[in-house]
Every structure is written in C-alpha cells, then in structure tokens.
C-alpha cells in the first residue's frame, strides 16, 4: 500500500539507518566580548577628549591615554562579558559621562552611576546582546552549511538551537565519518 499511494521515495533517517550526529556550541560570548572591546576603545577616545586631556577635533596618542588613566580608570569586567566599569577620582569627571556623551553609543550602551557617583557601570543592552548572539549562531551555521556543501554530502541535515548547532548525516561509512569530523 505504502509504494503505491506513496509516489515520493522515503529517506531512511539516523534512527533507522545509522549515522553521524555532531552538535556543536557556538561561543557566542566571544562575539559579545569583541562588540565591548570595540565600544572600549571608543571610550577612552571619548573620554580623553571630555576630560580636556585632548582637543575634541583630534585623536588621542598613547601618552594622551596615559594622562585619562590619572583621572579615569576603565575595566573590562571579567564576570560580565558586555561590562565596561570606568572608576573616576572625581564625581565631576563622572558626571562629564552625561547624555551628550553618551549620544553614539546609547543604541547599544545602558549607563548606570554608583551612589558616590564616581563609578559608572555601561552594559550592552538585552536585546543588542541577543541580537549579537543570533547573528553569531546565524554565522557559524552559514560557514557550517558550506563546509557541509563542499563535501558533497547527500541527505546532510545542518540546524540550530540556541547556541548549538547540529549536522546530521546518514549512513555507515566510519572511514568518511573520520574525514567529515
């Protein structure tokens, strides 16, 4: 009954043929990491040039970044991995982080002062975190799919789910499971 009222031909999957299922997590926090260090960089740049230590219309040299570390010091948090903590001598150099300047980076920054108000603590938004992590299981899916469609596998089923992605293949060949590892 089953050939004859089916007319497309049915594909033996993992449970009933056998096969390779990789599943790998994409560190995600590698990406957030890197999106902080670039807002980092910018910072001390914005920073020297709020502080006077440089003209607004120029860019600081290494010995001008020297001079901000005497005023401000800027952390890269080690338990968050979008925390940028800036430790201010002064409560008027802290306030200088103000909505002006925080103008470029607000799509993507959250700005949140201490009681004495001579930390500042800036957060990658939620949803510009989320948007990282997406983009970067999006990416190394797409590099997997190609490597996948460069080996000229048949029947490879590539997916994702959450920061895994799994590569499904069938079949029962150990030496070519060995080559696609």
Do not use: C
């Amino acid at each position: 009954w089953l050939l004859t009222n089916i007319p497309f031909r049915l594909v033996r999957g993992l449970d009933l043929k056998g096969g390779l299922r990789l599943q790998y997590t994409v560190d995600v926090d590698e990406a957030i990491k890197d999106k902080r260090d670039r807002n980092y960089d910018d910072l001390r740049q914005s920073l020297a040039k709020a502080l006077d230590i440089v003209p607004k219309d120029k860019q600081a040299t290494p010995e001008d970044l020297k001079k901000l570390s005497s005023k401000v010091r800027l952390e890269k948090s080690r338990d968050h991995a979008g925390t940028i903590l800036m430790n201010f001598d002064s409560a008027d150099d802290a306030n200088k982080v103000n909505e002006e300047f925080m103008t470029p980076y607000a799509r993507e920054l959250q700005r949140q002062f201490s009681a004495d108000h001579k930390r500042v603590t800036l957060r990658i938004k939620s949803d510009i975190e989320t948007e990282i992590r997406t983009k970067a299981v999006a990416k190394a899916k797409d590099t997997v799919l190609r490597r996948v469609d460069s080996m000229g596998l048949k029947e490879a089923s590539v997916t994702s789910r959450d920061e895994d992605i799994i590569i499904e293949i069938p079949g029962d060949d150990e030496k070519s499971f060995k080559a696609i590892k």
